[in-house]
């Protein structure tokens, strides 16, 4: 992968300077690269992980939901699949092999909100077969960082 | 009470400039000689594991038998040579004490040991706890620190007793590839000298494949002492194992010293250290961050007009000073006080350094873009002033 990406990949929010800094590629050329990256998609979004827990009045509920969905004829899961993560409470929405097929990860601000949108929404698209919805309890890693914050490793300033 | 060798071993002349890094907060350190990763969670888990299972008890004097027949096996696939892990291989705490065993089985009162200068701080004063005598090689930075092939021949007039070689090297980070080995081993060859070739940072090289100096040849290997360990490939340095490999009349007698003196490295590293070969794809991550904030870091004192070296491998670079009329204690202890950045003074390496300063970039990206700017601030000062 670039080196910009990876850089970029675990902090979005590094000035242009700094990356130009670290990589010896000039400011101008590291800002076409990324525009370059926007335009192909290779980039899709810049995202901050937060720790929602830490955050008071602002909790939130997250499920999991494992859908078995009967496929379409030529075009196979993708358009059952579509019609479901429009559905903007749908935060990831993954094929999967295995017992069932779509796997959703969907958030709601109560256990109800959730509970409405499995009834209503979900449940009864027709090729939908059945649903297991697993309600989160707590997060501990997310996107390869994880969430609790560890005690710093404290070398001593000088050693030989 | 003390008995004259050890009180003739001068304390580090810096000693007290450390105590002053050490009492002071918020400073921006360049002056740590070890990783700033923690080891890999793979290492760490099978401590925790050997823990659990209850190993909590010695290993035979060489240390465990796996762990013999891991290193063999990882020095046979990197460097074509083999070691036989039953009597050729001895497993150490830190690649310190194989230093000092492979000294301490080697040195009569007054064998002459050289040591190759800007050295790493303990090659001198272990030659004088055994009561040898150091030769010191100076290298020059208009020699890309490496040995001078003349100055080394006339130092082995002296008819010293073994080189310690570092490669790559702790303070300046230059190594040697095999044509600067050849020529050394060329010299060597119908002398009757030990080579110990500390190699702990050989993994860390960053253009080049890293060479050993046991790969050269058969006899070369026979007349070399390989020391290596897992504290900075594998950031274990806390974990504090090493080894050293040679042939069986060597190992044996570091054994003898290490078997009534240490008695084995702790078994939970042993264990832990097992676990490192396994952690290739961390090793190459971190390698690739080095990598790059070396070259972040020449860069950088390149645009302040230091003059230094590109470091081929380690995580250090030897800057010079030389331009500011200022010793390398006075400049360290100068940018201490007015910028809150430690670096280590030359002379820490030997007294003809006074005018180099070690800078150790094992240091966050952050870190070392805010020290850089701190840097550039003091030496513009410091420009006015002259």
Redo the contacts between chains.
Sequence with gaps: MD?ILEILESNARISIK?LS????IPEKDIEKKIKDYEKKGVIIKYKTIINKDKIKNSKSIIAIIEVRVAPQKDVGFDLVAERIYKFPEVKSCFLLSGTYDLLLIVEGKDISSIADFVAEKLAPLESVRGTVTHFMLKKYKEDGVILKKFSE?K?????? | MIAKHIQKIKPSGIREFFDLVLGMPDVISLGVGEPDFTTPWRIREKAITALEEGLTTYTSNKGLFLLRKAISDYILKKHSVFYNPNEEILITVGVSEALDLALRAIIEPKDKIIVISPHFVAYPALVEICGGEVLYLITKEEENFKINLNEFKKLLEKKPKAIILNNPANPTGMAYYRKELLEIWDILENKNILIISDEIYNELIYDEKPISFVSLNKNAKNKTVLLNGFSKAYAMTGFRVGYACAKKEIISAMNKIHSFSIMCAPIISQVAAIEAFTAEKELIEMKKEYKRRRDFIIRELNNLKLSVRKPEGAFYCFPSIKKYKLNSLDFAKKLLFEKKVAVVPGRAFGDEYDSYIRISYANSFENLNKAILRIKEFLQNLDKNV
């Design positions: 080196e700094d800094k670290i990589t010896n490793n070398r001593l300033a000088i050693t030989f």
